[in-house]
């Protein structure tokens, strides 16, 4: 079966809620401390799970969807898609991403951090 996203997070769901049937029975009580699901949890179980997540996803023919590719690690990256198909793509291009990248890094950086404050 290829890669899609939809699959990874339903994998790490999944094995999250294994791990913490297999707790619960184990300590034969449900004192609540185990119930809630956090985000760290699910990380740990993504198939990149100990990857940083990337910085700038770069999706040439200047397609604006990630067509199922990397949903849950790209949700503070930043997308650049350029017009022209892969085998046109030169380092004036990756360049361009580039700059594109440092101008929104301070937006993306500050999402981040409000992000884990929520968590």
Not at 47 to 73: H, K, M
Request: glycine letters at 2%; hydrophobic letters at 35%; a negative charge.
């Amino acid at each position: 079966m290829p890669y899609n996203s939809t699959s990874e997070i339903v994998n790490a769901v999944n094995e999250v809620c294994a791990e913490r049937r297999e707790i619960l029975q184990r300590e034969h009580a449900d004192n609540g401390v185990h119930s809630e699901i956090s985000v760290a949890d699910l990380d740990h179980y993504m198939y990149s799970a100990g990857c940083p997540d990337p910085d700038i996803v770069i999706r040439t023919s200047g397609e604006t969807r990630l067509s199922n590719f990397l949903l849950w690690q790209t949700t503070f990256s930043h997308l650049q898609n350029p017009d022209p198909l892969w085998p046109e793509f030169s380092f004036k291009h990756l360049v361009w991403a580039i700059l594109q990248y440092q101008r929104v890094y301070p937006y993306l950086e500050q999402n981040r951090k409000l992000a884990k404050k929520q968590l």
